[in-house]
């Protein structure tokens, strides 16, 4: 696509419910990086894909986070048993390579009730 | 652990002047972006500085890099209510892969 498309824009749940967050590159690039924008924290960097592979998981905030991609192309943030403070706004971007210029989507503005 | 500071935070400007912000970074890095971001919306790149000394400007922004202090600039020249949103300086880590931000400067230019 012309850019980074992410889904849903916006996603209200209740405590306790599992999210599911999409993020579709620029076509072509390799590499797609996920944020976290909130209030409290500012702009935190989450996980990095070169391909299909996370090298270094460790900036995931709790192990009820994970991320995926597959066909090195689609990738998925997916957090189980979402709490408050999990409240935020999810930012994926893509680069043709990693270290490349990062190209951001639109966000997906997340409300945990 | 590479830290990012940004200030000053929030900056009330008027119509017509000229401002700075200013971005230090903790430890060695070979890349340093600036991004706005108006409200609700994602982050727009505006620059990237690669090497000391760099100066690139577009419009009424100018940002530029000493990498020896650690220090970027980005520097408004006659602000324009065009201009208000949060600009966010980011670094790119000692891996070269994640971005590393500062807490953003939320401008507003008022007449």
């Known amino acids: 696509g012309a850019g980074v498309s992410q889904s849903p824009s916006n996603k209200v749940t209740e405590k306790g419910k599992d999210v599911e967050l999409r993020c579709d590159p620029i076509?072509?690039?390799?590499?797609l990086y996920w944020y976290r924008q909130s209030l409290g924290q500012g702009l935190e960097f989450l996980i990095y894909?070169?391909?299909?592979?996370?090298?270094?998981k460790s900036g995931l905030p709790s192990d009820r986070f994970s991320a995926e991609r597959t066909g090195g192309s689609v990738s998925t943030l997916t957090i189980q048993r979402t709490q408050q403070e999990d409240s935020a706004v999810y930012l994926c971007?893509?680069?043709?390579?990693?270290?490349?210029?990062?190209?951001f989507g639109d966000g997906t503005r997340l409300s945990i009730l | 652990e590479l830290k990012v500071e940004q200030n000053p935070l929030f900056l009330s400007m008027q119509e017509g002047k000229n401002y700075t912000i200013y971005c230090n970074y903790s430890?060695?890095?070979?890349?340093l972006y600036w991004y706005r971001q108006d409200p609700g919306k994602s982050l727009e790149s505006l620059f990237v500085?690669?090497?000391?000394?760099a100066v690139k400007q577009e419009g009424r922004l100018m940002a530029s890099l000493d990498t020896k202090a650690r220090l970027s600039t980005l520097h408004i020249t006659a602000a324009v209510h065009d201009l208000s949103a949060t600009y966010f300086c980011?670094?790119?880590?000692?891996?070269?892969?994640?971005?590393?931000f500062g807490k953003g400067t939320t401008l507003s230019v008022s007449s």
């Open positions: 894909f070169q391909g299909n592979s996370a090298p270094d």
């Open positions: 980011a670094v790119v880590d000692q891996a070269g892969t994640a971005l590393i």
């Open positions: 971007a893509s680069s043709l390579f990693l270290g490349q210029p990062q190209h």
């Open positions: 430890t060695t890095s070979d890349r």
């Open positions: 076509s072509g690039h390799t590499a």
């Open positions: 500085l690669l090497s000391n000394g």
